[in-house]
């Protein structure tokens, strides 16, 4: 299955100044909590956006199993996105990850968000980085 997904648009631009930004260049922030918003909508509950030094992502929690929907821009621009699945481990040192069959539906979801959605264009799937 494929759970990364690249695409342009201009509506998750940063709206603070660069200064107020996890990192030079590194946005994320509005794509990741209008992807909770939409995914609320539909009946899918996630965290409220977090931030590491790379970009933001939400969690998403099924059957005991713990996902990172990962939100950046690409390449420094701020109208290529890049999300992607992060299953993360059951057990200690990164053993036993969660299955990426279980978070299905939500990538489904995403999809199909993403492409109803006007405004985002060039949409492409592939595998996720990790």
Not at 41 to 52: I, M, Q
Request: aromatic share 14%; proline share 6%.
């Amino acid at each position: 299955m494929q759970t990364c997904v690249a695409f342009k648009s201009a509506l998750f631009r940063p709206f603070l100044p660069e200064s107020a930004q996890v990192n030079p260049n590194c946005y994320g922030a509005e794509l990741a909590w209008w992807l909770a918003g939409q995914f609320a909508l539909r009946g899918f509950v996630t965290s409220y956006p977090n931030n590491e030094d790379w970009g933001w992502f939400i969690e998403y929690v099924v059957d005991e199993c713990e996902y990172w929907l990962c939100c950046s821009n690409l390449m420094g621009e701020p109208d290529r996105w890049q999300v992607y699945l992060d299953c993360k481990p059951r057990s200690l040192f990164g053993r036993n990850k969660a299955p990426v069959e279980c978070a299905a539906d939500l990538i489904k979801a995403l999809a199909e968000l993403l492409i109803q959605t006007e405004g985002i264009e060039e949409i492409s799937w592939h595998h996720a980085p990790h």
